[in-house]
């Protein structure tokens, strides 16, 4: 293959990407998260989606959940990576590490009136979500789900006037009695 | 409780940082004072166990506590104050990092209740520091000070060791506190390196290597950095196997150049029987390298036949570039130690004759030679010429970077770990100067040169003032070609011959700036003078500047061209313009 004049190998891989889910338990001290989101654009790595909050308020531990994409490679090197820092006690891999369950919360504002704004309800009631502020035009859903029906909850409401969303990103944890 | 109270003396932030540099065995730093961290100077005039050199520029301090800490095994430790003084370190922080070469960095900040307000001389120290230290803090609190100093310690020297940068507000360097020497609960509970290598996959690495026919051992800065016991155990492993070995450039030294199974360094510029036995080899144990860019070539073409072993203290140096078959976290020497015994316990050294036969036949292309002049000096004969002649003495090497870094890396034969101080992963022109100051410093009765090049020497210069004012005796020996050489090599090769700013038209009489920094100026043209010349040099007990006025146009070879596999070598017997062209053929420049 040629390559243009260059001191480095340019490599093209095809290797598939994956869509992982992180769970990474951090000592909550200032600058943490900063570390964490430097590592990924420093090192290139995706992040879709980002949740951080304090866990454990007495030991300081926060858990931050990180949804990346990358090839398999990629994601062992992130892994590795987020491993090595010194506020991190552990990473899991939320993917691989058996089952688990995924959500996410989103309120979603849709205005309207008329047949638009019943349809609107009657999905809402569908997807069992709730009505956390209505005026006489709009509605505030709040809805909570892991991320595919959430992202099919709002394609189906912006035909029906949906204004904004607000999503908190995916917060992650294990099945059974085990922790992390 | 009380134990603990009864160790705890009251001072202030400014004194506790003296305190804990004395608690950590620490006899010299490097630094330059200002503004936001006078009080700590302060503290540094009214005692005398830790001798502070005073440098002229801060990214001088960095790179001599790396030469300090390279030829010790001990951290290297800088001070400087908040704004410029920080900002000047980021290239020497980011060097230590990419060599894991231990730092520790002393910052002065504008006082706490300023910081965030574009205060004079302040900057982000810790975020613009980041990404370029192994971990840093910001000190808020003076109490929490004594227990960051110890952590930043540890931190540094411990696992893959690397820089840490301690923030301090000048505030907090006046306040009164609490402080306490070293004690365990000073780290984090979560760091915690790995030392000790998995036993079952020991073994399973022994029964490897006990099988087989191609076996090559590849080393790197890892083994130095596992102290004396590292550079020990891998010439024992060496001799129990009867492999062949072959290490990076941060590698060298840890096997003797005069060993019988050395192949010479590997990669870009590495031999021709070291690249080969790394391509056609069936085992491949790495220990304490990393699979850089420089040593793999073409990723997908690289050592396609073989079962690799790869050891590494630092988790995410496996797989990162090379997939391989034995990953082992932890520490070289600990790791080699329980290799060699149980290889010794379970294993026979395998009869690999025939490889050794090939071996041979790859050594005999001499693929480090080059044509002698009689009335140029050539930049190999330089460094030939310099390695004999200083053979044998207690000496340390350090490079600055470019071609005269990899001559010096070819021709400059190594026997010991710790002798050789050169900028390996981030390139630092300007490294090797203040290293020697470093080094100097450490051993101040070692023959210490920097061999340099006419641009890289330039950059950080103004340290010869340093030398003068501390009676450093180094010896800075340039091999003067009046280019950028490898930047020049490249442009020849790639980009048509084309030498866009690679020529320095305005390069300072040596001769003439030894003299005006009080130092001693040396010139060698003939090859006939070099002998007398660095003789010369040697027997001088002051800093020289021995301006080596080599043949202008020689190119390093051999080489890997960009893009290519290790068994596609570009012997120097064979880089005439066309072999040359067809080797980087793909290469726009050249069509």
């Known amino acids: 293959m040629n390559q243009p004049a260059s001191a480095y190998f340019l490599e093209d891989r095809h290797d598939p990407n994956e869509t992982h889910t992180l769970s990474v338990l951090v000592a909550n001290e200032p600058g943490v998260l900063a570390r964490v989101i430097g590592l990924f654009s420093g090192r290139g790595y995706n992040i879709d989606s980002l949740t951080v909050s304090e866990t454990e308020h007495q030991k300081h531990v926060s858990r931050i959940t990180i949804v990346t994409t990358g090839t398999p490679m990629v994601i062992e090197q992130i892994k590795h990576q987020l491993d090595r820092m010194i506020p991190v006690y552990r990473v899991v891999d939320m993917t691989t590490a058996g089952r688990s369950l995924e959500r996410e919360l989103a309120m979603v504002k849709v205005k309207g009136t008329g047949d638009p704004r019943v349809e609107a309800l009657r999905l809402a009631e569908a997807f069992r979500a709730r009505v956390i502020d209505a005026t006489t035009e709009s509605f505030v859903f709040e809805i909570t789900g892991n991320t595919g029906k959430i992202d099919q909850f709002i394609e189906l409401m912006k035909p029906l006037g949906l204004v904004e969303v607000s999503r908190t990103g995916v917060a992650a944890i294990s099945r059974g009695p085990e922790g992390m | ?591």
């Not at chain 2, 134990?3 to 630094?31: S, W």
């Not at chain 2, 002229?56 to 030829?71: D, F, K, L, T, V």
């Not at chain 2, 090769?493 to 009080?518: I, M, Q, T």
């Open chain 2, 1 to 591: 409780m009380s134990d603990k109270k009864a160790n705890e003396t009251e001072m202030t932030g400014a004194a506790m940082v003296v305190r804990a540099l004395k608690d950590h065995g620490i006899k010299h730093i490097f630094g330059y004072p200002g503004g936001a961290v006078l009080p700590i100077y302060d503290e540094i005039f009214q005692q005398s166990d830790v001798e502070h050199i005073l440098v002229r520029h801060e990214q001088g301090a960095g790179h001599a506590a790396e030469g300090y800490a390279r030829s010790t095994g001990l951290p290297g430790v800088v001070l400087v104050t908040s704004g410029p003084g920080a900002t000047n370190m980021v290239t020497p922080l980011t060097d230590a990092l990419m060599d894991s070469i231990p730092l520790v960095c002393i910052t002065g900040q504008v006082p706490t209740h300023l910081i965030g307000n574009d205060a004079f001389q302040e900057c982000d120290t810790v975020g613009i520091t980041r990404p370029c230290t192994k971990h840093n803090w910001l000190v808020r609190n003076v109490n929490d000070l004594p227990r960051v100093l110890h952590e930043a310690f540890y931190v540094a020297t411990t696992g893959r060791p690397g820089p840490v940068v301690v923030d301090i507000p000048k505030d907090v360097q006046f306040a009164l506190g609490m402080y306490h020497p070293p004690r365990k609960s000073d780290v984090h509970v979560s760091y915690a390196p790995r030392v000790k290598g998995d036993a079952l996959q020991i073994r399973k690495a022994v029964s490897l290597l006990a099988h087989a026919k191609k076996p090559v051992i590849y080393s790197g800065g890892g083994v130095i950095n596992s102290g004396r016991e590292g550079a020990k155990l891998l010439r024992e492993l060496v001799q129990t196997t009867g492999f062949p070995i072959t290490s990076t450039l941060m590698g060298l030294g840890a096997y003797p150049a005069s060993g019988p199974n050395w192949l010479g360094m590997l990669g870009m510029h590495g031999t021709y029987e070291a690249n080969m036995a790394m391509h056609d080899c069936d085992v491949m144990l790495c220990i304490g390298a990393r699979f850089d860019d420089r040593i793999t070539g073409r990723t997908d073409a690289f050592s396609p036949g073989s079962k690799k072993i790869h050891v590494d203290i630092d988790p995410s140096s496996i797989n990162k570039n090379i997939r391989v078959d034995i990953p082992i976290i932890g520490d070289a020497a600990n790791v080699m130690s329980d290799l060699l015994q149980v290889f010794k316990a379970e294993a026979k050294k395998p009869d690999i004759k025939a490889w050794w036969n090939q071996i041979a036949q790859w050594k005999a292309r001499n693929s480090l030679a080059y044509k002698q002049s009689n009335d140029v000096i050539l930049p190999q004969y330089a460094i030939q010429k310099l390695f004999e002649l200083t053979r044998g003495k207690d000496t340390y090497i350090t490079t600055e970077v470019g071609q005269h870094q990899m001559w010096a890396a070819q021709f400059y034969g190594f026997e010991e770990p710790h002798r050789w101080m050169t900028s390996g992963g981030l390139g630092t022109m300007g490294y090797g100067l203040p290293a020697a100051l470093g080094v100097q410093v450490a051993h101040p009765d070692s023959l210490v040169i920097d061999i340099a090049g006419d641009a890289s020497v330039q950059m950080t210069m103004q340290e010869m003032s340093t030398a003068v004012q501390y009676e450093l005796p180094i010896k800075i020996f340039i091999l003067n070609n009046q280019y950028m050489g490898m930047v020049r090599q490249w442009q020849q090769l790639l980009h048509g011959n084309r030498l866009s700013h690679s020529y320095s038209e305005a390069l300072p009489d040596f001769v003439k700036l030894a003299d005006a920094y009080g130092c001693v100026g040396i010139q060698a043209t003939k090859p006939g003078d070099l002998e007398g010349a660095i003789k010369e040099m040697i027997k001088v007990k002051k800093p020289v500047l021995f301006d080596c006025r080599v043949a202008a146009l020689e190119n390093c070879f051999p080489m890997i061209p960009s893009g290519k596999a290790h068994n596609e070598m570009l012997l120097p017997a064979e880089a005439n313009d066309e072999a040359t062209a067809k080797a980087f053929a793909g290469g726009k420049a050249l069509v």
